[in-house]
């Protein structure tokens, strides 16, 4: 299995930028597909951007469309997000999550049932 961890969350302000980071280990990273998403109190754990295996393939949210930028670096076996503009509304836990895909594919996985392994999540606050 893979483990991962988050990293890069804080308390920023709004309209400024923050970068989280996913440390994956474990296993072969480009075996998976990866994905952001956030969960805010008392509401569930939503969609924001997912990755192939490659990181050529890349998908958002409307929430995170034009604002967000997913990457990952298959040698440094790390995920990315880079978030800019930031808004109060994009304040939540942001979590990491793993889908294994063997098949190297460019598939879209954008519910939280479609992952199979998750990070224990970072917090990022935005004040207004």
């Known amino acids: 299995q893979v483990q991962l961890v988050e990293s890069g969350g804080g308390l920023v302000q709004a309209g400024v930028a923050l970068r989280l980071s996913c440390a994956a280990s474990?296993?072969?990273?480009?075996?998976?597909?990866m994905g952001w998403f956030r969960q805010a109190p008392g509401k569930e754990r939503e969609f924001v951007a997912g990755?192939?295996?490659?990181?050529?393939?890349?998908y958002y949210a409307e929430s995170a469309e034009g604002r967000f930028t997913i990457s990952r670096d298959n040698a440094k076996n790390t995920l990315y997000l880079q978030m800019n503009s930031l808004k109060p509304e994009d304040t939540a836990v942001y979590y990491c999550?793993?889908?294994?895909?063997?098949?190297?594919?460019?598939?879209?996985?954008?519910?939280?049932?479609?992952?199979?392994?998750w990070g224990q999540g970072t917090q990022v606050t935005v004040s207004s």
């Open positions: 990755i192939n295996w490659s990181g050529v393939s890349t």
């Open positions: 999550a793993a889908k294994t895909d063997l098949q190297y594919s460019s598939r879209e996985f954008r519910g939280p049932n479609d992952y199979n392994y």
């Open positions: 474990g296993r072969t990273f480009r075996w998976y597909a």
